[in-house]
């Protein structure tokens, strides 16, 4: 479950990967909530989340708010086919305002 930090072109690209669940969500949002700092771009990259529960979409909820309370860009990208599930099931797409698309690149 770790977060995989790349920073080009001004971004921080962040990519999950494993689960986002009750039992990751903790260790997650610490790595997570430093990179919503004020004056930064924020792109997660959700393409290798395995699991997604209510926890890890309260997670990203967190992030979204902390991001728009900062005036931290954030964006969620590559959405894996866990998260367009959760996503659908709990009709979450327009609350995150990102486009979930799966690209048809691999990593």
Do not use: N, W
């Amino acid at each position: 479950m770790p977060i995989i930090c790349d920073i080009y072109a001004g971004i921080a690209h962040l990519r999950i990967e494993g689960e986002m669940t009750i039992y990751t969500a903790a260790e997650l949002a610490t790595q997570l909530m430093p990179f919503l700092a004020p004056s930064s771009e924020l792109e997660i990259d959700l393409s290798q989340v395995t699991e997604i529960d209510s926890s890890g979409v309260q997670l990203l909820m967190l992030a979204k708010r902390e991001a728009q309370q900062s005036g931290c860009p954030m964006r969620l990208v590559e959405h894996s086919q866990a998260v367009l599930e959760t996503f659908e099931l709990c009709d979450l797409s327009g609350y995150f305002g990102d486009l979930p698309v799966r690209s048809t690149t691999s990593h």
